[in-house]
């Protein structure tokens, strides 16, 4: 642990550059173990957009085994700079926002910081419209009338005036706990960590039971004729998964300054990261499985799901669950951190609860209802799209800390806008050029997916970079920014 003395504590709090949203984390405040990070990585796992991952692989055309080991080795490749990061978080009880200055420089910093809240904003989103949907299911049962309602947004919107309605009332819901504060998330994670994975797991003995075993998609096979049709879909395929959890890779020392040791970061994340987010997919895929023997329909989606169920008290339970769980989720994987990375902005006038306000009205603008409606569009333009902007971010910091600083951080010089990691007005020049040229290689490949370009305007491999966003993002602004600095 690395604990800074009392004066130099005194010198940060008056800087402009300090909040105590931002401040370093006292020795005896650091009181995470192995296992609040293990509940951690549960809490965060069991989700909606976790059960539906495996939907977007075979719908691809992957089996069941292929879409489950593809989710596994996503998890285990971002596991990596989860750790990684996390280290310094630990080291120094810094924020990710903080940790940033080093390699970006005290101003610079606010780069990664919003890239990363940028994303967080149309993840927390995507949460609110399924929270918001889940409401939806629970009224319609009581007030018919609600799927009667005269359209209201213009079709190109993709918005039906009923889950719209819903949709906002949980918007405000989840502004109403930003207002109360952090804490008041706490019982609701707690309700979260307990109920639903008993949730998952009767739902699973549910369609064992009722789908008379496991159902035809288990034994539905791979829809590849030959390797290169499957690993041109795989690896964009992994790229997603890696994306999926891309900008908790960056933004962990947000969780980590709190850890009691090193070893509590990474055995916590370690044990239960790729093991929790695997289980809940095979989880969703067995479900989905027995819905096309019992409804004749395959059902990806756990809230239409419920749904289906002819109780209506049993129905409104159920989505009241997924209501509360999902605004636990919100307010820890998607409130939190982009609300520090805002503040980061003007640490004296942008507080968590300003931080979080922002958050909820970009939530919006992204327009979350059309990013998951389409499983392609979920995977190839959402995940590895925002992937090739975080990849690059990874691989500046993890060069910076690892071979450049050698994990030696000068924390009071981090709040300090003419310290060490001031560079010039504030900017370090080698990890921007660094930052652009990871961003770079996969803008053609990006433009070909959202249809910008046609895929024959470029040659074919430039277009096929975007397949591996995330790790050509990684590789190249790494090297980029270790050449750039070892020449200073």
């Known amino acids: 642990m690395s604990e ?32 609040n990070y293990a509940a951690l990585w549960i809490s965060m796992s069991l989700c909606i957009p976790t059960y539906m991952l495996a939907s977007s692989l075979i719908d691809g055309g992957m089996n069941w085994w292929q879409s489950i080991l593809t989710i596994f080795l996503g998890n285990l490749v971002v596991l990596i700079p989860m750790v990684l990061n996390g280290h310094a978080g630990a080291k120094y009880g810094i924020p990710f926002p903080v940790f940033a200055r080093a390699s970006f420089g005290t101003s610079g910093a606010n780069i990664p910081a919003i890239l990363r809240a940028i994303v967080a904003c149309g993840w927390f989103g995507i949460q609110t419209w399924i929270g918001g949907f889940a ?23 993709g918005l039906q005036t009923g889950p719209a309605i819903t949709f906002f009332l949980f918007w405000f819901l989840n502004m109403y706990v ?28 549910w369609a064992i039971d009722a789908g008379n075993g496991l159902g035809p998609i288990l034994e539905q096979p791979s829809k590849f004729s030959d390797s290169p049709s499957f690993f041109a879909f795989f690896f964009p395929a992994l790229t997603g998964m890696v994306g999926f959890w891309a900008t908790l890779s960056l933004n ?19 044990l239960a990261l790729p093991s929790s987010m695997t289980l809940f997919s095979f989880i969703g895929v067995v479900v989905t499985s027995a819905t096309t023997i019992i409804y004749g329909t395959t059902i990806w989606d756990p809230v239409v799901l419920a749904g289906k169920f002819d109780d209506k008290l049993l129905v409104s339970l159920a989505m009241v669950a997924v209501a509360i769980s ?7 994987a998607n409130i939190v951190s982009p609300a520090n990375d805002f503040a980061n902005l003007s640490p004296s006038r942008i507080d968590f609860r300003r931080g979080g306000y922002i958050t909820g009205i970009i939530g919006i603008l992204i327009f979350p209802w059309k990013l998951i409606a389409d499983p392609s569009g979920y995977i190839f333009t959402w995940l590895v799209g925002y992937s090739s902007l975080l990849g690059p971010v990874g691989g500046i910091l993890i060069v ?72 050509v993002g990684f590789g190249v602004s790494g090297v980029i920014y270790w050449l750039l600095m070892r020449r200073r």
Do not use: C
Not at 10 to 25: G, H
Not at 326 to 331: V, W
Not at 407 to 435: C, K, M
């Open 4 to 35: 800074i003395a009392d004066t130099e504590l005194r010198n940060i709090t008056t800087s402009p550059l300090y909040s105590e949203d931002l401040a370093p984390v006292p020795s005896h405040k650091r009181t995470w173990n192995t296992w």
């Open 135 to 157: 409401l939806y299911q629970m009224f319609r049962l009581w007030m018919p009338s609600l799927d009667a309602l005269p359209q209201v947004f213009p079709d190109s919107f």
């Open 178 to 205: 930003v207002y109360l504060g952090v804490e008041s998330i706490k019982k609701l994670m707690v309700f979260k960590a307990v109920f639903l994975p008993l949730a998952a797991l009767a739902l699973l003995f």
């Open 252 to 270: 962990i020392p947000d969780f980590t300054r709190y850890a009691k040791s090193q070893k509590a970061q990474v055995v916590g994340q370690a």
């Open 326 to 332: 999902t605004l636990a989720t919100n307010i820890a």
């Open 400 to 471: 910076d800390y690892y071979f450049i600083r050698k994990q030696q951080l000068v924390v009071p010089d981090l709040y300090n806008s003419n310290g060490l990691y001031s560079y010039r007005n504030g900017f370090n020049s080698a990890a921007v050029i660094a930052l652009l040229a990871g961003i770079l290689p996969n803008v053609p490949g990006f433009l070909a997916t959202i249809k910008v370009i046609g895929a024959d305007s470029m040659p074919e491999w430039i277009i096929h970079l975007y397949n591996y966003a995330w790790f």
